[in-house]
């Protein structure tokens, strides 16, 4: 399995970019999928993750500027960043849950980065202020 994620890129503040991840090796049919940053520093935190049954979750500093996504069709998973800031500054990556309804990992424990089983290289994203 391989996950590539692209879409990174410098933007000004309030503005927006689409983080995309396409997953290569596995089937998107049960799965969690989490979106997490790295900023220079700074520990890993999570940003977003979704599990095959749609179910979300947002860290509360992304929460209403953020939306993930997944097209199961084109085994992408998408990271929609509107109303940037600085502090969104990081490298960004994706990580994958292969089976998720056979995990033990709640959708809560994979957003912090536990039970992922595959983790792409990252995505660069720098905001100027």
């Known amino acids: 399995v391989q996950l590539q994620a692209s879409g990174g890129g410098l933007v000004q503040t309030g503005g927006s970019l689409r983080l995309s991840c396409t997953a290569s090796?596995?089937?998107?049919?049960?799965?969690?999928i989490g979106w997490f940053r790295q900023a220079p520093g700074k520990e890993r935190e999570g940003v977003s993750c979704?599990?095959?049954?749609?179910?979300?979750i947002y860290s509360d500093s992304v929460k209403g500027r953020f939306a993930i996504s997944v097209d199961n069709a084109k085994n992408t998973a998408y990271l929609e960043m509107d109303n940037l800031d600085p502090e969104d500054t990081a490298n960004y990556y994706c990580?994958?849950?292969?089976?998720?309804?056979?995990?033990?990992?709640?959708?809560?424990?994979?957003?912090?980065?536990?039970?992922?089983?595959?983790w792409g290289r990252g995505t660069l994203v720098t905001v100027s202020s």
């Open positions: 979704i599990n095959s049954n749609g179910k979300t």
């Open positions: 090796g596995f089937t998107f049919d049960d799965y969690a």
């Open positions: 990580a994958v849950n292969t089976h998720y309804s056979g995990s033990h990992y709640s959708l809560r424990e994979l957003f912090r980065g536990y039970g992922m089983d595959y």
